[in-house]
């Protein structure tokens, strides 16, 4: 039987995940992931893609919403949840550009200091103000600051197939998290997902926005933040379609509901 392997919030986009055992779905992702954000003097998002010290953030989240950040060498930092009087900024995300709550001058003098430059640090106090790309969403769907889409799922069966190329090439395997994930499904032939349209994870059922194109974050070791080159050079040779390189498919969730690890995974519809 196909199941839920693991679930994963990233709560500071960029940052380190944290594991769960259960989580809410919302309409813009899991409970949790992806609220809060670091970005430049521009009001523009920092990733693993630029400072792939981010990696080293380790981050803490409190139910109502605050985090606790840490990382070698800096004292620990704990931010509130911005209130209703928070400074309101407009900053970037890609191509979208939403209203967020400014953190607080404490919050940004840390990320400056960690990331050498100035920094700030914010909250997204309305999800829903950030719509998907609308070429691959319907009217009213939402995303949080994730790249683009509510969800990333991954297939164990795909990663040991690509573990399985790179040994073949004398390379070392790499661990799922280089790819950070919000859900690991386990029971699926490699590659599997190519032909997913909509499936249902327990009760709730998600549709298949389209393929998720990798960046050098996969080859960004997620405990130390040092950058190799595998497994995009594998994936450049093996899993290219047009100008992408592929692993994961992005979902949209169809309605709220909690899932569990353990939880069955049903494909309901296959392109």
Request: proline share 7%; glycine share 10%.
């Amino acid at each position: 039987m196909s199941t839920l392997a693991s679930i994963h919030i990233y709560p500071l986009k960029g940052c380190r995940a944290i594991d769960l055992r259960e989580s809410e779905v919302e309409p813009w992702g899991l409970a949790g992931d992806r609220r809060w954000l670091v970005v430049d003097s521009d009001f523009r998002f920092f990733s693993q893609r630029e400072h792939a010290s981010m990696a080293r953030l380790v981050v803490g989240y409190d139910p109502g919403g605050g985090i606790r950040v840490s990382s070698d060498g800096f004292a620990p930092l704990r931010v509130a949840t911005p209130g209703p009087a928070a400074e309101m900024l407009k900053v970037t995300v890609w191509r979208s550009t939403v209203l967020a709550a400014a953190a607080g001058t404490a919050a940004d003098a840390w990320f400056s200091a960690f990331l050498g430059q100035p920094a700030r640090l914010v909250y997204l106090d309305d999800p829903t103000r950030r719509a998907v790309d609308p070429d691959y969403g319907a009217d009213g769907d939402v995303v949080s600051f994730a790249d683009g889409y509510p969800l990333l799922a991954t297939n164990t069966g795909s990663l040991a197939q690509l573990c399985e190329w790179l040994a073949a090439a004398r390379e070392a395997p790499v661990p799922m998290n280089r790819f950070r994930p919000s859900v690991v499904l386990d029971g699926f032939e490699p590659w599997a997902e190519d032909r997913w349209r909509r499936l249902r994870i327990g009760s709730v059922s998600f549709r298949v926005a389209r393929p998720c194109g990798r960046c050098l974050v996969t080859t960004t070791d997620q405990a130390t933040g040092v950058r190799g080159i595998q497994p995009l050079k594998m994936l450049g040779k093996r899993r290219r379609f047009g100008r992408a390189l592929v692993f994961g498919q992005n979902l949209i969730p169809d309605s709220p509901g909690v899932i569990r690890v353990g939880d069955p995974v049903e494909i309901t519809e296959y392109a």
